[in-house]
């Protein structure tokens, strides 16, 4: 007590892939980006209805992109399959069985940091309620309509959601 103490934030950590596009590109760190994220996915299921779009664009909109395998994006992950099977699911049925979640990891498993056996729980959960999981992977550049890996192969969406850890802020660099 009595010593004064300084709080800061800090920013998403990217990690620079070329042609960065923030069109499809989504963080969660405050309300509004939630918002924005609800709203994106209701819109791309609204497109995706639509008797005048082609099967491969409603695939493209219908692809849930989380790039990140850490507690946000397994959170993230599950809350949006939740989302997405119980609420639009209802609201849109002939769309019920179209979506795709793709969680892509650069490390060899999901949760890496944690335990195995919390690993593994997860894993078989994601395998059980279809959610694609892309481990040894890492996105090379995010492209307006596509994410290209390090693979080479190209995933087609309307929809990343981005938690690779956090950073500091610039300024804070400068004080250390």
Known sequence: ??????????????HNPSGTNKHNLFFLKQLEQARSIRNR?????????????????RERLLTFLIVGGGPTSIE????LYDFLHHD???WYPDLSDKYQIVVVEA?????GAFSENLSSYVEKK???????TLTGESVQEVQMN???LNSGKHLRTEFAFWSTGNK???FVKTWV
Request: proline letters at 4%.
């Open 107 to 111: 490390g060899n498993h999901l949760l």
């Open 1 to 14: 007590f009595g010593v004064p103490g300084v709080a800061t934030d800090e920013e998403n950590r990217v």
């Open 88 to 90: 639009l699911s209802r």
């Open 41 to 57: 996915t209701v819109e791309c299921f609204e497109r995706a209805s639509s008797p005048f779009i082609s099967n491969e664009e």
């Open 76 to 79: 993230f992950a599950s809350e």
């Open 168 to 170: 500091e802020l610039d």
């Open 146 to 148: 596509s994410v290209v």
């Open 126 to 132: 994601f395998k059980k309620r279809k959610i694609v």
